[in-house]
């Protein structure tokens, strides 16, 4: 599939009536594993870059184009229609044009642009959001920067959790308005919030996160939410496997104690794709069948 169909794919979910629960993927081979496992949509976040590529935490330290990169790599490893989390933009309008044109680039299938003010001014320790003014002209630039119109572009807020419910409304409100293909809200914590949240949409709705109160499907999907994200846990995972491994064996475990625990060679053969570039092997380079 190429970014056409990925990005034609990506947009029925949007224009769908089912809310989906995209894989959280990292890297080529997390990417493989959700695609062989059936997961319709992966979401790349900027939290997770920030691990997987400078072993940092999510205080927006990655460049652009390390984060645009590493998307590249896990979009050419499939198929897997992609989400990613592109942050502020990584500047101002102008640069959410250039965010824009690498992701573009990439192969991604959409993106969101958040209005919180990163990275973090000096001296300030809350979370502070940028004018709505300034919002919008960012989105209105990341519109007018993609050359593909299936690219979807997504607005983002944290509004709910950082200056209350009314201005995120009106953030949802003034974003929708610049053309925007979905809305992506954080901090939305009560079937109350969204229900209002839901009440003043125009367009699909995106959820990061899915405390207690939210986690029903059909409820979500009746509100217009066609995308929750449900967190990262298999970075997490992948870190904490990796960590026991190693301690184990600088504690003296032996390699054959821990075969139990490895991925098995023929998980190994799927993802990397062994059979076909076997198959390659023998067409170009002349390897015996």
């Known amino acids: 599939m190429n970014c056409t169909g990925r ?32 997961c319709e949509l992966g979401m790349f976040a ?23 990169q590493q998307a590249h790599r896990i979009c050419r490893a499939g198929t897997l229609p992609l989400l990613v ?3 502020h933009g990584y ?37 502070r959001l940028i004018p709505v003014e300034e919002g919008v002209g960012k989105l209105r630039a990341a519109l007018d ?41 954080t901090g939305i914590g009560t079937r109350a919030q969204l229900d209002a949240v839901s009440a003043a949409a125009r367009v699909p709705l995106v959820l990061g996160g899915l405390p207690a109160e939210l986690a029903d499907a059909g409820y979500l999907a009746a509100r217009g939410v066609r995308i929750a994200l449900r967190g990262h846990q298999p970075v997490m995972a992948a870190i904490q496997a990796a960590w026991e491994t190693m301690r184990r064996l600088q504690e003296g475990a032996t390699p054959q104690s821990l075969a139990g625990t490895l991925a098995p060679e023929d998980l190994l053969d799927r993802l990397t794709g062994k059979p076909r570039i076997r198959q390659m092997q023998q067409a170009f380079l002349g390897l015996p069948r």
Not at 48 to 58: E, F, H, I, M, N
Not at 154 to 179: C, M
């Open 145 to 185: 920067a993609r050359q593909d119109p299936g690219l979807a572009v997504i607005g983002r807020t944290s509004a709910v959790s950082v200056t209350g419910l009314d201005d995120a409304i009106a953030r949802l409100d003034a974003y929708q308005r610049t053309g925007i293909d979905a809305m992506f809200l």
């Open 7 to 38: 990005r034609a794919a990506f947009r029925a979910i949007l224009s769908g009536g089912r809310c989906v629960h995209p894989a959280s993927v990292y890297d080529p081979l997390s990417a493989r594993m959700a695609e062989e496992l059936g």
């Open 91 to 127: 500047g101002n309008a102008l640069n959410v044009r250039r965010t824009v044109e690498e992701l573009e680039t990439a192969g991604i299938a959409a993106l969101t642009i958040e209005d919180t003010l990163l990275p973090q001014p000096f001296g300030a320790a809350e979370t």
């Open 85 to 87: 989390d592109a942050d």
């Open 46 to 68: 900027g939290s997770v870059a920030a691990l997987v590529v400078l072993g940092a935490p999510d205080i927006v330290l990655l460049t652009l184009s390390e984060f645009a």
